[in-house]
């Protein structure tokens, strides 16, 4: 038993460490719609899709004729207000980038987003596609704080604007980052045999430093002030959310749009397995009667 309760708290210890390795901002959830309001987001997604990343991101398992029926966007509005080229109905939604001069422009390909938000989550695109912010350093003069050094420039900032860190947060990143490098050289004095008691010290002290920065970011986050915006876009950040929201249920769609089919028919599923145990079981009765 005390074995098996160490062996619990060893593991839930290393969970929130891990968890908290894995400390990024903003960190907000996906808002959940119902069925009518999702249908209406994921068409406006769709918009937003269609006119600002399908340029760079193919959504190759996926035909328009399918998204049209499945949206309830008719064929020709789809395909009169949404594809560009003399693509036809009956494709699949491909462009036409190629890779190679892609990765010299960008250092990476933009890679097929059909499956997208099943390998990163809709959490992590929400977060992703509103994590945009101001950084000097890198070739388009944006980073992104959930992706770190993504090649990926802010292709919507006609509609966001720019958004910098707050400058709170730029002070608790600075502290986060000496007291990280006091950890560093303690655990080193530590290792050469140097005062223990000293290094000791120190290592607490920075952790506990760390740990207060880190509550106070996710407090900044969790009230919005993680960012400012620097350069106001056509869209405040409400509507900007809002329209992430929705492209994000759009590819939530694209990567299984036998979803919305799926819940229907489990319910259906589920009654039947219910109606048929209850007459299995009287049934099983009926038949076990005359031996009992
Ligand atoms: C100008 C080309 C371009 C456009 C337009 C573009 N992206 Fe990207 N995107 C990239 C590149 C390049 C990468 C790969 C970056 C890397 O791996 O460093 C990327 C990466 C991504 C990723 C991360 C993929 C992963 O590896 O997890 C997502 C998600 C994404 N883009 C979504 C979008 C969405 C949504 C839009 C439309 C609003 C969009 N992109 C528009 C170039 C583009």
């Not at 996906?30 to 068409?43: C, G, M, Y």
């Not at 759009?250 to 009654?271: H, N, Q, T």
């Amino acid at each position: 038993m005390k074995k098996l309760l160490i062996t619990i708290s060893a593991l839930m210890s290393f969970s929130l460490s891990a968890a908290e390795a894995g400390l990024t901002f903003p960190d907000d959830d996906l808002p959940v719609l119902s069925d009518d309001k999702l249908i209406v987001s994921q068409q406006r997604g769709m918009q937003v899709y269609m006119n600002n990343c399908m340029g760079c991101h193919a959504l190759s398992f996926q035909r328009y004729k399918r998204t049209s029926t499945d949206l309830k966007i008719p064929e020709n509005v789809m395909m009169e207000n949404m594809v560009f080229g003399d693509e036809k109905i009956g494709e699949l939604m491909t462009n036409n980038m190629i890779k190679e001069a892609a990765a010299n422009w960008f250092g990476a390909a933009p890679p097929d987003l059909s499956l997208i938000s099943r390998s990163r989550g809709t959490k992590w695109l929400y977060n992703y596609m509103r994590g945009f912010y101001i950084d000097d350093t890198r070739t388009y003069g944006v980073n992104n704080a959930v992706f770190k050094d993504v090649g990926m420039p802010h292709v919507l900032e006609s509609m966001q604007g720019l958004q910098d860190k707050s400058e709170k947060v730029k002070g608790l990143e600075n502290d986060i980052a000496y007291a990280q490098a006091d950890l560093a050289a303690a655990n080193k004095l530590l290792e050469e045999g140097g005062n223990a008691a000293e290094a000791k010290k120190t290592i607490k002290a920075a952790a506990k430093t760390i740990e207060d920065a880190e509550a106070e970011l996710i407090k900044l986050s969790a009230a919005g002030e993680y960012f400012v915006i620097v350069k106001e876009g056509q869209l405040n950040p409400q509507e900007f959310d809002t329209a992430m929201a929705d492209l994000v249920n759009f590819l939530d769609y694209i990567g299984e749009p036998i979803k919305r089919e799926r819940k229907r028919l489990g319910v259906w599923v589920l009654l039947f397995i219910l109606g048929f145990g209850i007459l299995a079981y009287y049934m099983k009765k009926e038949y076990w009667k005359d031996i009992h």
